[in-house]
């Protein structure tokens, strides 16, 4: 079948957000590297006026300024992304192979994606699943997650700062040699 002239294909919101691939000597280097990526799905680009009551006050920004001070704290790099899209999420996870840490709230994606699951199984990455609310004093299609089963640990309920307990604890992950 002949594309009609009218067909127009656009690339996905999420391919001008992404980074180059390292280049020269350290492109190859399998040591991890001293960053931890902070990864953020569906509707936390919201936070601060999507339901309050439930995910607090704090905004998006709020958060990445708590764990960049957080990642300053411990001598490490800072990658912080939120997308809204699961292949997007799923992108953004394999960026982060070789990395020191990575910090994952991957939203309502937690309770229904294979795909982010098998994402974080592949990498190999020192993982920590976190949530800003306790999930499971929610309803209960949210007390299933795909990830647990793949993650060093899950942080739930504490709202931001339990991104900073993340960082603090994928800080105690010795680097590679």
């Given amino acids: 079948m002949a594309l009609s002239q009218r067909t127009l294909f656009l690339p996905h919101k999420d391919f001008y957000n992404r980074r180059e691939p390292a280049k020269g000597p350290a492109a190859n280097d399998e040591r991890m590297s001293d960053t931890i990526h902070v990864l953020n799905g569906p509707n936390l680009n919201l936070l601060g006026t999507r339901e309050p009551g439930v995910y607090g006050a704090a905004t998006l920004a709020d958060v990445e300024a708590l764990c960049a001070a957080e990642a300053e704290r411990h001598g490490l790099a800072l990658n912080f992304r939120q997308t809204n899209s699961e292949g997007g999420l799923v992108d953004l996870i394999q960026a982060a ?81």
């Fill in 97 to 177: 192979r070789g990395a020191r840490g990575l910090v994952l709230n991957a939203a309502g994606y937690t309770h229904t994606s294979v795909a982010v699951r098998d994402a974080v199984a592949a990498i190999g990455t020192p993982t920590i699943e976190v949530h800003l609310s306790n999930v499971f004093a929610r309803e209960p299609f949210r007390h299933h997650s795909y990830l647990s089963a793949v993650v060093r640990g899950v942080i739930c309920g504490l709202g931001p700062q339990g991104y900073a307990l993340a960082i603090a604890a994928l800080a105690t992950v010795p680097a590679s040699p």
